[in-house]
């Protein structure tokens, strides 16, 4: 299957009162149609920055977007501006991670909805209030037709943030990105969220764009996983292969932080690399265990096919899906070293 969003390249630099932040520095990734991505990492990886990216929410005028994001055979980052807007909130939907931040105050809950299907749609006013009232039934507001005329500062935090669900999937969307959408909320209602988005991702078949930096809900919900780091790709494969047999040192590390996992139960040693004035070679390699001289020279290593990728005994639920990492341990001149051979996992 052709992927539905191919991002080749991407690259975003700001200025900012230290120099100029390498947020996003030469990622590639795939979404298959129907599949759930979830690209994880430490704040400071810049997922957050590459997802905002896709639709150009950041401002160009204050950023350098270059590279490709190819969604459904075109490039988005060749598209003006006003052609843009008919993906954002159309095809491509978005939840942030502050609902707050996706409502005005000073209009109720309804009208919100009802503007996000009539942006895009052509439909009377009393045919959207119809929809949006189904919208927000199905994301979980109950009595939603009582409810509609609410307005935002009425609605608990985890409705505020169903109701941005609602709005994100007004237009049916291909492409649901969804940037830490649960960390604002408290932690019962991280679950139904959560459990809602995986839901609603099955039943309408979009895929879903997930960042996150919580590794067991990638576990939980992704079909691929994008392990980020320093604005670079580590890992990326089935989330299957990746955690069953994580390549990338740093991958390994962020499992080996997962509590439950193995006896081992740790944090990394170090601090993320300062987007200013990253280090050569390797970006992770002041922290990487395993690093070898080489590791300090030249640029990111070449991201390359670790395993063949078969997505576990079942094929995976996004089948075949390459099994790549940018480390210099899995160059043709290396053997794995004794280190990674023995599995702590
Ligand atoms: Fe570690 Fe070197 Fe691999 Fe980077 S390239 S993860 S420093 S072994």
Known sequence: TDPLLAVRDLRVRFDGDDGTVRAVDGV???????????????????????????????????????????????????????????????????????????????????????????IHRDRSKSAARAEAIGLLDRVGIGDAAARFDDYPHQFSGGMKQRAVVAMALACDPDLLIADEPTTALDVTIQRQVLDLLADLQAEREMALLFVTHDLGVVAEIADRVVVMYAGNVMESGDVYDVFEAPAHPYTRALLACLPGRGERFETIGGSMADPTDPPDGCRFHPRCPHALPECEEGDQPAFRAVAAGDGGADGGKSGSVEHRASCVLYDDAHALPPALEVADD
């Open 28 to 118: 590639d990734f795939d979404v298959a149609p129907g599949e759930t991505v979830c690209l994880v990492g430490e704040s400071g990886s810049g997922k957050t920055v590459a997802c905002e990216s896709i639709t150009r929410l950041i401002p160009t005028g204050s950023a350098e977007i270059s590279g490709e994001v190819r969604f459904d055979g075109t490039d988005l980052t060749a598209l003006s501006e006003s052609a843009l807007e008919s993906y954002r909130g159309g095809r491509i939907g978005h939840v942030f991670q502050n609902p707050q931040d996706a409502l005005d105050p000073v209009y109720t809950v309804g009208a919100q909805v009802v503007e996000a299907i009539r």
